[in-house]
């Protein structure tokens, strides 16, 4: 992923070509999932519920679950960031 990608708008910012055509074939780890989590979390702009973003991520619920849960057991690995679980019923403001 190219960091522009995150960033609506801010092509010109970087200049670094991007390579839309790399695929990694590697099988994910769930410690990469987990930062891949902790790093959309990051860039949303809002809560996102485990459905929302299994779909944008394309992830299985499964998976998805995995990288939660390693997140979760390693609270270092999202710097000064908490990951925080709000049940669905919860009032948001």
Partial sequence: MHPA?????????FE???HR???????????HDALTVITVFT???RPLTTDALAAALSWTRHRLDAALDRA???PGASG????RQVPPEADRE
């Fill in 5 to 13: 990608d995150l960033v609506p708008g801010s092509d010109e910012l």
């Fill in 43 to 45: 860039h949303a702009g």
């Fill in 80 to 83: 000064v960031l908490i990951l």
């Fill in 21 to 31: 055509q790399v695929i990694d074939r590697r099988p994910a780890s769930a410690a």
């Fill in 72 to 74: 979760r057991a390693l």
């Fill in 16 to 18: 670094l070509p991007r």
